[in-house]
């Protein structure tokens, strides 16, 4: 499996720049989005950023950052919305792109009956 680091230059480079044709305003919003939740995986993981793996990425995790930059940064429901968005847009991503990641994908994009990131507690 590769590090997280490709997975994300992929996801940016290829997905995002060349298929999706995004601006590059829209590139920054999922940059933002993703760096603060890589530097949350890596705090709760209690490890440096580069040593993550995908399975790090858990779909609870992304249940756990959601409700942070809503208690402790106090991001209002829009702005966790918004990041929600961009993670689904990843999570798909790697769903497509790694089949062992695919049920985590399916918990984080709400496309099953154990975890609903719409409606974190």
């Not at 995986?41 to 040593?51: E, H």
């Not at 959601?66 to 790697?94: K, P």
């Amino acid at each position: 499996m590769k590090s997280v680091g490709q997975v994300i230059f992929a996801f940016f480079e290829d997905y995002l720049k060349t298929q999706k044709g995004l601006r590059p305003g829209s590139v920054r919003s999922y940059r933002d989005t993703l760096k603060l939740f890589l530097a949350y995986a890596a705090s709760s993981c209690r490890r440096p950023i580069t040593r993550l793996i995908l399975s790090d990425l858990s779909a609870q995790r992304v249940l756990d950052f959601l409700q942070m930059i809503e208690v402790t940064r106090g991001n209002h429901v829009s702005t966790r919305n918004q990041r929600l968005a961009a993670l689904h847009t990843f999570y798909r991503y790697v769903g497509l792109q790694y089949p062992e990641m695919l049920a985590e994908a399916q918990r984080v994009g709400g496309d099953s009956d154990e975890t609903h990131c719409a409606t974190p507690n």
